[in-house]
């Protein structure tokens, strides 16, 4: 296996683009991350989507971003994993390069979530949830996250105001990030006090939906040398997954595939939890940051939400998270969350994240999930 590194980066502002399709978002990205590594083609495409088929009534993206991206007659192939698609076209485009069957892969995640409103929209992204036991009877992604964030108040004794420095921390890093969707500070005592989505879950506790497009370029680590000053090194791809529906795990509360991702990409980079110093979660949720804490080793069980109360998780803290504003205040593009991640951490590990600069950084970690944790991909990135 060859050493692979990330040598360009390309990202759209995340948002409600009505007047962009599928295509032309992720055309942009390309272009972007084109300018930045200094090159014109790449060997393969992967495009990293979750959505398309049911909110753009648009499958095939990989032939289409290919076409209308000038990147005709290449390897080019859709990868779906809900929420974690773009994670998953990283994963697939690293162990493309890593295994010498491509030399230059391109991965781009996109999504375009503003194609529908209301009911329309909660029923088409339904469809990563279970199609027989779930999303026929009702259930919704945040009405399940809601479930789990009463049990975990239940379980270990917290109340709602121990989750709000989660989306104080995304937001004020996101106040100071270009690309994010909403820039507003939300003040200490606002989150309990927000309307309510599905009781716990509250209109400052979950994501946005939006559009966006985010794209990096990798290559071997031996070529990157040549093409840019500073190649950032994948120093460990993973993946795990659990049960589709919460009904079927056996502990609600433990985020299994989480924990087995991670464990693999700890061990593959020969680091611990300790040596990261920087963490892109997948916060699309506020239980799912303290759960994702817990299950990757930075917390104990029921006190991820102590990391938040404590400041521990600002630019400034010993493990900074969401720090450009994660999916609570970047926004959250579906299946480009993962290669926004991507994206965010090369900036950071370049020295180049402006105000939300983490002091030294080196080693980042990110964990894309899709639905509530049923599929946990982790990357950790090093200068």
Not at 86 to 112: D, F, H, I, M, P
Not at 120 to 126: F, H, I, K, L, S
Not at 313 to 324: A, D, E
Request: aromatic share 6%; hydrophobic share 45%.
């Amino acid at each position: 296996m060859r050493d692979v590194a990330i040598v360009g980066i390309g990202q759209i502002p995340v948002g409600e683009h009505w007047d962009s399709s599928l295509r032309m978002l992720a055309a942009e990205a390309i272009a972007t991350a084109f300018t930045d590594a200094g090159i014109k083609q790449a060997d393969a495409l992967y495009v990293g989507n979750a959505y398309g088929g049911t909110l753009s009534s648009q499958t095939q993206l990989g032939a289409l971003v290919a076409d209308y991206a000038g990147l005709k007659s290449i390897e080019a192939l859709t990868i779906e994993a809900a929420e974690a698609s773009g994670a998953a076209a990283l994963r697939t485009g690293y162990l493309a390069v890593a295994s010498g069957a491509v030399e230059t892969a391109l991965v781009v995640g996109v999504e375009k979530c503003t194609d529908m409103v209301g009911s329309a929209r909660v029923q088409a992204r339904g469809s990563s949830l279970d199609a027989d036991y779930e999303a026929p009877h009702g259930a919704t992604l945040t009405a399940l996250a809601a479930m789990l964030m009463r049990r975990y108040m239940h379980e270990f004794g917290v109340t709602l105001d121990a989750f709000e420095g989660f989306s104080i921390n995304a937001h004020a890093n996101g106040a100071r990030n270009e690309y994010a969707m909403f820039r507003n500070i939300i003040k200490p005592g606002r989150f309990a006090k927000a309307p309510m989505v599905a009781d716990p879950v509250s209109l400052f506790d979950t994501a946005p939906d939006a559009d966006g497009a985010a794209a990096v370029i990798l290559t071997s680590a031996e070529r990157a040398a040549d093409l840019v000053p500073h190649p950032i090194r994948i120093a460990a791809s993973a993946a795990a997954s659990d049960t589709l529906t919460l009904h079927d795990r056996s502990d609600l509360l433990y985020l299994s595939a989480a924990n087995r991702s991670a464990s693999k990409a700890y061990s593959q980079a020969r680091v611990e939890p300790h040596d990261i110093h920087l963490f892109e979660l997948h916060d699309g949720f506020t239980v799912l940051s303290a759960l994702t804490l817990e299950a990757t080793g930075f917390a104990a069980r029921g006190e991820g939400c102590k990391l938040a109360q404590s400041g521990a998780i600002s630019v400034t803290g010993s493990l900074p998270i969401s720090t450009f504003g994660g999916l609570k205040s970047r926004g959250n593009p579906a299946g480009a969350t993962g290669v926004y991640q991507a994206v965010e951490a090369v900036l950071q590990l370049r020295g180049l994240a402006g105000a939300n600069q983490v002091t030294n950084a080196r080693t980042a970690m990110l964990q894309n999930l899709g639905g509530l944790g049923s599929t946990a991909i982790t990357h950790i990135l090093q200068v």
